[in-house]
C-alpha cells in the first residue's frame, strides 16, 4: 500500500473534481484561469508558478506518494492532513528509486531529483519509500482515505 498525503482542507476540493491532480494543478489552474490578477500576492504567485514550471521541467511532474505513515515534506507539518492509500500496481506508480536510477545518465533532470531527494531527507522522509505518477489518479483506485491530523514533530528537532 503505498499513500498520498494532502492538506485536510482541500479533501472537499479533491473528492469534487474525483482526482488527485500532479503538483502544482491548483496553483496552474489558479494562474492559468487569471484569477491572481488584482490580489494582493498576483506577482508572488505568478513568480511561484514560474519557479515551479522550471522545476517541473528539469525533474519531472508528478503525484507523490510514500509507504511511510508520514510525509513531513509536503507543506505545512502543522496542518492536518489526509490519508489516501492506494496498491502501486492499480494507479501505474513508480518507485522513485528506480526513476532516479533511470535518469542517471541525463545529469539535469538527475540533480534535479537529487535535490528533491535531498529535501525530503533533510524534511525527514525516506526517498528509498516514495512513488509516483505521471497522471493524475482517479479517487475511484482508492482504498480508503482517513483524516490523520497534524504529523507529530520530527525526533531530533
Known sequence: MIYHYS???IRKEIESAGFIGLEGCRLEYFIEAGLHLNQPRSSELSYQWRSSKKEY??????????????????GNPDVAKTRYAFESADIRAYSWPVLMDMAS?????????????????????DPFKWWV???????????????IGAFPAMHGS
Not at 528539469?58 to 515534506?73: D, H, M, N
Request: hydrophobic letters at 35%.
Open 57 to 74: 521541467k528539469a525533474r519531472g511532474r508528478y503525484v507523490w506518494f510514500t509507504e511511510q505513515p508520514f510525509s513531513y515534506a509536503i
Open 7 to 9: 492538506h485536510a482542507p
Open 133 to 147: 505518477t505521471f497522471e493524475e489518479v482517479s479517487l475511484e483506485k482508492c482504498q480508503s482515505i482517513d483524516e
Open 105 to 125: 545518465g541525463d545529469k539535469k533532470r538527475f540533480s534535479a531529483m537529487k535535490a528533491a531527494s535531498e529535501l525530503g531527507m533533510n524534511s525527514g522522509d
